[in-house]
């Protein structure tokens, strides 16, 4: 019973958690992730292998993560996105453990595309925010995890880098109730 309980305390705050993300995605002056990450694609080497949106102290801010496969480094950056403003920029060395996250950069790279088309092939049938994407290799397959979303919850889409199309068996989707 227990265990139940806490499934559903659980369950309803990130409910309560995507409620308020969506109020204020949808009220706030924002830069358009998808612009971000081009600008980003066009200034920066590497490959973008994640995005996040988080609000940090009433402010709504972007982290991009980008994987060097020249230079074997991930350098993090975080925006603020009202108004695109690079906030800081750190790069590390990538460590053994991000092989596979440098195999699906090597993949996008290999198709001559960006991680903002991909995005946007994705999603081309979704009206919603991204609010999180990340490239990741599991079980032998380079895919895109998206997430999006709008006034009726979270969207998650996965979507396969080497066959360019949707993977159904990991889409899925959370609705919360309105009160």
Not at 11 to 24: K, N
Not at 39 to 57: C, L, M, R
Not at 83 to 98: F, I, V, Y
Request: charge should be negative; charged fraction near 25%; glycine fraction near 6%.
């Amino acid at each position: 019973m227990s265990r139940i309980l806490l499934g559903l305390v659980l369950i309803s705050g990130v409910a309560f958690a995507d409620t308020g993300l969506w109020q204020y995605l949808s009220q706030a002056k924002r830069v358009e992730p998808i612009k971000l990450m081009q600008d980003v694609e066009s200034q920066f080497p590497g490959v973008i292998a994640e995005f996040n949106t988080e609000q940090d102290k009433g402010e709504l801010k972007y982290q991009i993560g980008i994987i060097n496969p020249k230079d074997n480094s991930f350098t993090e950056l975080v925006y603020r996105a009202s108004d695109g403003c690079l906030l800081r920029r750190q790069t590390e060395k990538l460590k053994s453990e991000d092989k596979n996250d440098l195999a699906a950069a090597a993949k996008i790279l290999k198709h001559n595309q960006t991680f903002s088309q991909l995005i946007m092939q994705a999603i081309q049938t979704h009206q919603a925010v991204v609010v999180y994407a990340q490239l990741e290799r599991d079980l032998g397959i380079n895919y895109l995890e998206v997430e999006l979303l709008d006034a009726d919850g979270m969207v998650k889409l996965a979507f396969d880098i080497d066959q360019q199309k949707p993977l159904p068996l990991l889409t899925w989707s959370s609705v919360w109730l309105h009160t």
